[in-house]
């Protein structure tokens, strides 16, 4: 593939119709670091996560007054609620809303390439909606956790990650509560349990940070848990103890699990807030976080079985920068590996965008585009696991999907209508890098839509 | 000839093959259903020798349920989907036979495919199927093939005229577009095998990929249907895909004989008294591993499970010369070892059926397969 078609696909997010290939690929690239925003209009509309925590508030309080109402008034109750669309209705609605902006914004984006590596880290930070408390949240947690950082360093994207509400009710750490908390004792002595839940702690070390195997063991785990109690979100607990100051990240005292700790062989003496926060710093400049990010980064940019080389370089540079993004960023512009690979297989999310560009299409509904997510095997904000979605080939490449994207380029193609000459669109999203059999299967299509539908289903169009 | 629904419900069933081709009246009220099973269905979990004690070493907690199945033999327990051929096999209407392979010794499914359909002894060794030259051997002019499937399958190809109907057909422009994409592919070696893949499982009549029940009946209701009759077809071939387990089997197997157990029941319903004159064979291409692998599946094997069922059919008995599931039985120590002959089985039991000299017509049907036919399979 000629530069130009690798910035375009592989580093973006697939060229637009009517737009040249840049004339100087990497330059293209580093100019969007400068362009890049973080707070597009499309999101500034989306109720925050303040306003979402008063929603999830409201709809849980809704559903325990529905059941409380079947169990007085009969079963029929029950029924009629969920007719309605149930308590959650406007959670969900707001989800649909933001999976509408996050597509719009990547089709309209001229700084794909950001883009594409916010996507990269909220897959990495994944949070999955397939638990109701995240349904809503989702789409902020990307919004206010993940864009505003994507350009800074990974210990300032870690903590906000970290402490987002989404985050906190997805891996269950908001009703962590430390055994010997006051909190923790009183219920004790009421013969009620309340303590510990390591869900976080464990995926922040497994995923987030260090990775799986890289040498800490359970009690590092637990201890971690420990100093992470007290971490947890305003606005939603009965008890007025833990209120907090209103629907937000708050550190609540009364649940934090009093004492030092030592996890992989470092104390940490702090008392509150700041013990978690001292670990997690820690954590983001380890060697194995270091590695790891490394090798995700090298997996998305080079190959499914990413090239040593490049993560070597990448490792190097994320320790001598103690995690500076950007410098990373550059590493993957400047190496060889990026540009001279094998093509990555698209995942449907990538495809779906590519298409969608190639034939201008600037917004979908978020409905429609949620919906169309889900068809290809690729809910946004669900991979269903704190892993986020897989990133090689082997997860994506099977018959169904692929017969899915056919259908669904056939339909794009149809809503693209006679205007899109497939011929010229084909040079401009892979300029001089067509393959022979998809020139001549586009030339001799039996009309302008099935022309267009071959080019959404080329195999150029199935990688980056 | 391909004919669309139109056509059918215009013409009507009874008169479907008339305005293309002439037919006297059936010399012949026999009739036979080849239920092809591709992507090679695991005869061990379909007809479970739970009485082997190396069973639950190898199978583990794969299907656990089957331990519970009460044993239509000392050794075989038929899997709890298969209710209506399970109520077939008590009526003496149904006969299993463990344990089988056909020539083909390797382990891919296209090449497995063709050696079964052809009845030749390797692959691609003959172009035309066994169920053509099947018709070849019965009374000239009586004798209708017909595919419930969009294309003509190998087993149903060569020198005579067969029909073929796909229940639900596809619209013709995305046909149209399925074959460019196909050229598109070709050479693309990773798009290629999924494409085809793909194809392969939506080419199939009915909803019987996905395991729909409803579906499924559907098909052997129509198969029914367009057997019916004086005119009615009389070797009949329908396909079924998505057999190859490799992971998620319990469920996945589960669906597939809920829908191949009412394919049967609706073929049986549907044909009514016919049902006395007929012989359904369902094979595959060949078995799966005797060992469970680690996604929850099985691979590739060999030695694997053809039925017998019908109104004709000598019933009510399993018919094994059982390799056994140690160690040094399996073959390559991997797969059940082929004990019975598929080739040799299928050759005398429609000798049988339709009346023919069994050793006329094996070589003819089967000229890849080796030892004598099989006797006794079918009531005279």
Redesign the interface.
């Known amino acids: 593939m000629q530069l130009g078609a690798v910035a375009l696909n592989r580093f973006g997010l697939g060229g637009k119709g009517g737009q040249d290939a840049p004339a100087d690929p990497h330059a293209w690239l580093l100019a969007q670091f400068d362009r890049f925003d973080p707070h597009p209009s499309a999101i500034s509309a989306l109720p925050a996560s303040d306003r979402l925590i008063v929603m999830l508030r409201e709809a849980r309080d809704d559903q325990k007054e529905r059941k409380a109402d079947a169990r007085t008034q009969g079963g029929d109750l029950k029924a009629k609620a969920a007719g309605m669309g149930g308590p959650y209705r406007e959670l969900r609605d707001a989800y649909v809303a933001a999976v509408g902006a996050r597509t719009a914004i990547a089709l309209g984006s001229d700084t794909p390439f950001i883009e594409r590596l916010v996507h990269f880290w909220a897959n990495h930070f994944a949070v999955s909606v397939d638990k109701v408390a995240t349904v809503g949240l989702a789409g902020a947690f990307e919004f206010e956790a993940i864009r505003p950082h994507v350009l800074g360093h990974f210990r300032d994207m870690l903590s906000a990650v970290e402490r987002h509400p989404a985050m906190l009710l997805y891996l269950d750490q908001a009703e962590s509560v430390g055994p010997d908390s006051p909190l923790g004792t009183r219920a004790a002595r009421r013969g009620r349990q309340r303590g510990l839940n390591e869900n976080l702690a464990r995926e922040i070390m497994e995923l987030h940070t260090l990775g799986v195997r890289s040498g800490y063991s359970q009690a590092d785990v637990t201890e971690f848990a420990r100093a992470l109690t007290g971490w947890t979100v305003g606005g939603l607990a009965k008890q007025p103890l833990l209120q907090g100051p209103g629907p937000r990240f708050w550190f609540a005292a009364p649940i934090h699990e009093p004492g030092s700790r030592t996890i992989i062989g470092m104390r940490y003496g702090q008392s509150g807030e700041g013990q978690a926060q001292a670990v997690l710093d820690d954590l983001a400049v380890h060697p194995a976080t270091a590695r790891h990010v490394a090798t995700k980064l090298a997996r998305h940019f080079a190959a499914d079985d990413p090239p040593p080389a490049l993560i070597a370089k990448l490792e190097h540079e994320f320790l001598r920068t103690g995690g500076d993004l950007p410098a990373l960023y550059r590493v993957l512009i400047e190496a060889p590996e990026t540009w001279h690979g094998a093509p990555k297989?698209r995942t449907p999310w990538e495809w779906s965008l590519a298409a969608l560009r190639a034939t201008g299409v600037a917004v979908l509904p978020g409905a429609t585009a949620a919906g169309a997510f889900t068809q290809l095997g690729q809910a946004v904000w669900k991979p269903g696991s704190p892993a986020g979605y897989d990133d090689i080939?082997a997860s994506w490449?099977?018959?169904?999907?692929?017969?899915r994207r056919?259908?669904v380029a056939?339909r794009i193609a149809q809503r693209a209508g006679p205007a899109i000459d497939a011929r010229h669109l084909a040079g401009e999203l892979f300029p001089g890098s067509l393959s022979e059999?998809?020139t001549s299967?586009i030339a001799r299509?039996?009309s302008g839509t099935?022309a267009l539908?071959?080019l959404l289903?080329?195999?150029e169009m199935?990688r980056r | 000839m391909l004919l669309d629904r139109r056509q059918l419900i215009a013409a009507g069933a009874a008169a479907l093959f008339a305005p293309r081709i002439a037919f006297a009246r059936a010399a012949t009220e026999r009739r036979m259903v080849f239920i092809i099973q591709r992507g090679a269905a695991d005869g061990l979990a379909t007809l479970a020798p739970t009485g082997d004690p190396g069973y639950a070493a190898l199978r583990g907690d794969l299907i656990p349920e089957l331990a519970d199945q009460p044993k239509l033999s000392g050794l075989f327990a038929l899997h709890p989907a298969m209710t209506q051929v399970g109520a077939m096999f008590a009526a003496r209407e149904a006969l299993f036979v463990q344990a089988v392979a056909s020539p083909y010794r390797d382990r891919s499914h296209f090449d497995g495919q063709n050696v079964l359909e052809t009845g030749g002894a390797l692959p691609y060794d003959r172009k035309d199927g066994w169920m053509n030259r099947l018709l070849a051997l019965l009374p000239a002019g009586n004798a209708r093939g017909l595919a419930i499937s969009a294309t003509v399958p190998t087993a149903l190809r060569g020198a005579i005229e067969v029909a073929s109907y796909a229940p639900s057909a596809l619209p013709a422009a995305p046909e149209d577009l399925q074959q460019r994409i196909s050229q598109l592919y070709a050479a693309d070696p990773q798009l290629h095998g999924l494409w085809e893949e793909a194809l392969q499982t939506r080419a199939m009549a009915g909803g019987l990929a996905k395991g729909d029940a409803k579906g499924a009946a559907a098909v052997g209701q129509l198969a029914a249907q367009l057997m019916s009759g004086a005119t009615g077809a009389r070797v009949v071939m329908v396909e079924t895909n998505g057999w190859d387990t490799h992971a998620g089997q319990k469920g996945r197997l589960g669906a597939q004989l809920t829908a191949l157990d009412a394919v049967l029941g609706a073929l049986k319903t549907g044909l009514g008294a016919a049902w006395a004159d007929t012989l359904v064979v369902v094979a595959t291409e060949f078995g799966r591993t005797a060992r469970a692998n680690g996604t929850g599946g099985t691979d590739h094997g060999t030695g694997s499970l053809a039925m017998l069922m019908g109104g004709t059919v000598a019933g009510g008995r399993i018919l094994s010369d059982w390799p056994g599931l140690g160690e040094a039985a399996l073959y390559q120590g991997r797969d059940l070892k082929p004990t019975t002959s598929l080739d040799a089985l299928l050759a005398g039991a429609l000798a049988e059926h339709f009346a023919l000299d069994p050793e006329h017509a094996a070589p003819r049907l089967f000229p890849g397969g080796e030892g004598k036919p099989l006797a006794d399979l079918v009531r005279a």
Do not use: I, K, N
Request: proline share 8%; glycine share 4%; aromatic share 8%.
């Open positions: 297989f080939a490449a099977g018959p169904d999907a692929l017969y056919v259908e056939q059999t998809t299967a299509a039996e099935q539908a071959l289903a080329s195999p199935m």
